[in-house]
């Protein structure tokens, strides 16, 4: 039996794992190993600033691979209307305000199990979103969120067609 599929333990994302949490509205992109040695542990590229429309979607893809998520943290100015907790697939998920920056959103699992994303910001070309969330998934990287964004392009507004 793998380590993921013992009872009572976390169970680990399957490397690189890549999915659409809901066709056409958000991307989330996910690796972690048992080191977790990188910067962050994925990444999240919503599509709006609407967060009611947008959390309820992360937080049941990442149940489905990490386990139940019991709170969220974001940079409240980066959304509108941040509410103190939502209601996702049955379970209660508090959000945190924290000034950790526009590019993270931090996880917690359980008691204190703690995950950090590479927010990409919702105006982002797919080009510079795709780069920073595969950049920030790399098990070797070390560049924090913010640095990634710029050097992607991903922290630059698309332009329409």
Avoid: C
Wanted: no cysteine; net charge negative.
């Amino acid at each position: 039996m793998a380590d993921s599929d013992t009872p009572g333990l976390p169970r680990l994302l399957p490397d690189a794992v890549h999915r659409s949490v809901r066709p056409g509205t958000a991307l989330l992109r996910l690796e972690t190993t048992h080191a977790r040695e990188g910067m962050l542990d994925g990444a999240w590229w919503p599509r709006s600033r609407d967060i009611g429309a947008e959390l309820p979607s992360l937080i049941s893809a990442l149940t489905e691979h990490l386990g139940p998520v019991t709170r969220v943290g974001l940079d409240g100015s980066a959304w509108d209307g941040l509410p103190t907790r939502v209601m996702v697939d049955g379970r209660v998920v508090h959000i945190d305000s924290f000034p950790v920056g526009d590019d993270t959103v931090l996880i917690t699992r359980g008691e204190g199990d703690l995950f950090s994303l590479l927010l990409v910001p919702p105006d982002a070309s797919p080009d510079a979103a795709r780069a920073a969330m595969a950049r920030a998934v790399r098990a070797d990287n070390v560049t924090e969120a913010r640095q990634i964004l710029i050097e992607t392009g991903g922290d630059t507004p698309s332009t329409p067609a």
